[in-house]
């Protein structure tokens, strides 16, 4: 039976540190197309200025971390392991998002990614609800940016191939 990983780290540096590697790889493939080829496309009125992404991420990394650790220590071994392969890959499904709108400028296959991650995220929201109320209303927070990101994606997407 899988047991919970042991580390002389606490558990929640772990998936901080985690969550903002999968930042860095996002702004490290966004960098080369956001100022240069992401201005120049065509995107709907509600499109929120530049400016609010960064810091937007940043707290919703942070706050994930921070979610995925209360349902991790709460959750028995095989829900601690379940947690955890969730994170990682809604991790993956995540920078991968980065690398493919912004890095490759594909944004047709940055929209079957993240409605993949969109299904991942739902899921993870009710597991996290059921186990932990906090960590399911800050999961909540980040499955609705992920929505409006998936929304905005979709009519960038529409409005310029």
Not at 51 to 59: E, G, I
Not at 101 to 114: E, G, K, S, T
């Amino acid at each position: 039976m899988p047991t919970r990983p042991k580390s002389r780290v606490h558990p929640f540096v772990l998936f901080l540190v985690a969550s903002l590697l999968t930042m860095g790889v996002g702004a490290l493939a966004t960098q080369s197309s956001v100022a240069t080829w992401y201005p120049q496309l065509r995107k709907p009125s509600w499109t929120p200025p530049s400016w609010v992404f960064a810091p937007v991420w940043t707290l919703l990394y942070v706050g994930m971390a921070y979610a995925a650790w209360r349902v991790w220590r709460v959750a028995e071994d095989l829900g601690a392991v379940r947690t955890f392969r969730l994170y990682r890959a809604q991790l993956a499904l995540n920078a991968l998002w980065s690398i493919l709108f912004f890095a490759l400028r594909r944004p047709d296959w940055a929209l079957v990614d993240i409605a993949i991650l969109w299904i991942v995220l739902a899921l993870m929201t009710v597991w996290f609800w059921r186990i932990d109320r906090i960590a399911g209303a800050i999961w909540a927070c980040y499955y609705g940016w992920v929505t409006f990101a998936f929304a905005l994606n979709a009519a960038i997407w529409n409005m310029n191939r």
